[in-house]
Each structure stands twice: as C-alpha cells, then as structure tokens.
C-alpha cells in the first residue's frame, strides 16, 4: 500500500508554508497577483506616495494610523476584479512600505548628488573644503538681525526674496512629482512632499 498525497493537501502545505514566512521575508511573488497585474501594482504605489506626500509626517507613514484603510481604498480601486482583505496578506504592506522607504532614501540620495554636483561645478568651492563649509553654514537655518531665517528655501538666500524656489530644491521635489506620475495631488496638496524634500536639503551636509 503506497503513500498517496492529494493536490489539495500539497496546496494546503504550500500556503501553511508561506503563512509561516517573517514580515522580512515576504517578497513579490507572495503578492496576491500575478505578473499580468504589476502595471496595477505600479499604479497602486504611485497612488500610495502620493499620500504619503499629502500627510503631516511623510518620515511616519509606514506607522501612519490611516495606512492600512489607505492601501485597502487603493486595493480596491486598482485590483477590481481580486477581491482581498488586505490585513490577510502581510506582502501588501510589507512591499508597500518597502517602496515608501525607497521614496524617502531616494529623496536624500539626489539631494547628495546634487550638492556635491554644484561643488564640482563651481571652482570657487571644488578643492576649498572652508568654503564649501562656509557656504553651507551661510545657507542652513540661523540666526539674522534678531530673527530666525532659513536660506536654503529661497530662490534668493542673500536676500531672502523668492521663497521655495530655490533650484536645488526644487529638482529633489520633483522627483516626487515624477515618480507619483499621473496620481498627482489626488489626495489632496503635496505639503508633506514639501516638507520631505526640504528636510532632504536640510541634512545634505
């Protein structure tokens, strides 16, 4: 007499398998989709940065009370036709978070890019250490005439004229932008966005 496994007990002992895997190993391919619905992932994601960059605290949306209803609303809208509870599936938010840090990484890594770009660039401070020094220190926030300023954001830092229009931040905002695509501002203005490309020029030194 031979031992005899049903396709239904094989299946059961894959999907025990998987349930038993730790938050950190979830990867792509336990997703509740196939490769045929990446574009709806995609668009899912793009959505879900968008909010990110809409909240009070871009650098706590991974632990954001709202996060869980947010990827459900978007779950929903973006994947019709598979039905889920996204509590159920730990890779959704597993993954989802992992692109929300990726954000926010690659965020601060053009910010470096940029900065070092201009020194590069400009003789005055390419083999001048001080100066580079100088300048940075002329550009983060500090004390002026009585009074708290912030150059870094003006178009202007000399004159503080011409505010959030400074170019550099402006190019690490729109990375954001770029990467939102076509979900842009559909939850609402991008303050947080804001806020995270300016803390990126903030910490560039």
Do not use: C
């Not at 391919?29 to 605290?57: C, M, R, V, Y």
């Amino acid at each position: 007499m031979g031992l005899r496994v049903s396709k239904v007990e094989v299946n059961e002992a894959v999907q025990e398998a998987k349930s038993k895997k730790s938050l950190q190993e979830r990867s792509k391919s336990d997703l509740p989709f196939t490769g045929e619905n990446a574009k709806q992932w995609d668009q899912l994601i793009h959505a879900l940065l968008d909010w990110a960059g809409t909240t009070n605290d871009p650098f706590g949306t991974n632990k954001h009370p709202d996060l869980m209803e947010r990827l459900q609303e978007l779950w929903n809208e973006f994947f019709e036709d598979i039905k889920i509870d996204v509590a159920d599936h730990p890779a959704v938010k597993k993954k989802a978070t992992d692109r929300l840090n990726e954000w926010r990484s690659k965020l601060g890594k053009r910010a470096l890019k940029l900065l070092k770009r201009s020194f590069v660039q400009n003789p005055i401070y390419r083999n001048d250490p001080d100066a580079r020094a100088e300048l940075v220190a002329a550009r983060l926030p500090h004390m002026r005439d009585g009074k708290k300023v912030i150059p870094f954001i003006y178009g202007d830092p000399e004159k503080l004229l011409r505010s959030w229009e400074d170019a550099t931040l402006l190019d690490i905002f729109s990375y954001h932008v770029q990467r939102v695509g076509d979900a842009l501002e559909s939850n609402g203005p991008l303050s947080g966005a804001l806020a995270l490309s300016t803390a990126a020029v903030r910490h560039m030194p």
